[in-house]
């Protein structure tokens, strides 16, 4: 079944960079768009970044916008989420997640629908 397994979180001082990676088992990765999360306490799960199935489309949530980047290698059935600049209220658990579809964008969050188990972010002030 597909699996997605996050890492590289962590306690980070505000103003510092973290490297999020997550890779995929048993999916055709390149058949995938892939998104990346976020869920802080009695928040709700928020969308903060995605890329198409070839790497080529991005899109960010205003929150993160000029501070992260994602990026993807299907080779390596990885997504990468760089984020620098990192502030308090970036504390929360970050997910990848994975939607079949080679739109550019996916725009109904319910196509994300494989996950992984999350990786926990402590931006300390």
């Known amino acids: 079944q597909v699996q997605l397994v996050e890492s590289g979180g962590g306690l980070v001082q505000a103003g510092g960079s973290l490297r999020l990676s997550c890779a995929g088992s048993?999916?055709?990765?390149?058949?995938?768009?892939m998104g990346w999360f976020r869920q802080a306490p009695g928040k709700e799960r928020e969308l903060l970044a995605q890329i198409n199935w070839s790497g080529d489309i991005t899109y960010y949530a205003d929150s993160v916008k000029g501070r992260c980047t994602i990026s993807r290698d299907n080779a390596k059935k990885t997504v990468i989420l760089q984020m620098n600049s990192l502030k308090p209220e970036d504390t929360a658990v970050y997910y990848c997640?994975?939607?079949?579809?080679?739109?550019?964008?996916?725009?109904?969050?319910?196509?994300?629908?494989?996950w992984g188990q999350g990786t926990q972010v402590t931006v300390s002030s």
């Open positions: 048993g999916l055709t990765f390149s058949l995938f768009a």
């Open positions: 997640a994975a939607a079949r579809t080679f739109a550019g964008k996916v725009t109904n969050r319910a196509d994300f629908r494989s």
